[in-house]
């Protein structure tokens, strides 16, 4: 059974940092894109950042400079690396993975986890 565990999740205050990590399980991240969305309250599921399985990082705009994608493929582990965080961030943040850069791209991912919670608040 294929499964992704995203950890790292809390209550952080404005401008604080927090990394988040997914663990892959029956699949192996050598032969996978992965990628990060989050979904704030009210909102839809959005993209954050696309890691392909070269090791090509993708960011949507308003990741850019503050958020870093990284794998570690001995660990089988994905990671999102977040700076700066602000309020609006605020969200439920998934991973997922899939064969191909542009299932993971276009909300189409084979795999995902169940998510875990980002606070951030004064």
């Known amino acids: 059974q294929v499964q992704l565990e995203e950890s790292g999740g809390g209550l952080v205050q404005p401008g604080s940092s927090l990394k988040l990590s997914c663990l892959a399980s029956?699949?192996?991240?050598?032969?996978?894109?992965v990628a990060w969305y989050r979904q704030r309250p009210g909102n839809q599921r959005e993209l954050v950042a696309e890691?392909?399985?070269?090791?090509?990082?993708f960011y949507e705009d308003f990741a850019k400079g503050r958020f870093v994608i990284s794998r570690d493929r001995a660990k089988n582990t994905a990671y999102l690396q977040m700076s700066n965080l602000k309020p609006e961030e605020t969200a439920v943040y998934y991973c997922?993975?899939?064969?191909?850069?542009?299932?993971?791209?276009?909300?189409?991912?084979?795999?995902w986890g169940q998510g875990t919670q980002v606070t951030v608040s004064s």
């Open positions: 997922c993975a899939a064969p191909r850069l542009n299932e993971v791209r276009n909300n189409r991912a084979h795999y």
């Open positions: 029956g699949i192996s991240f050598n032969n996978y894109a």
């Open positions: 890691l392909d399985s070269w090791g090509t990082t």
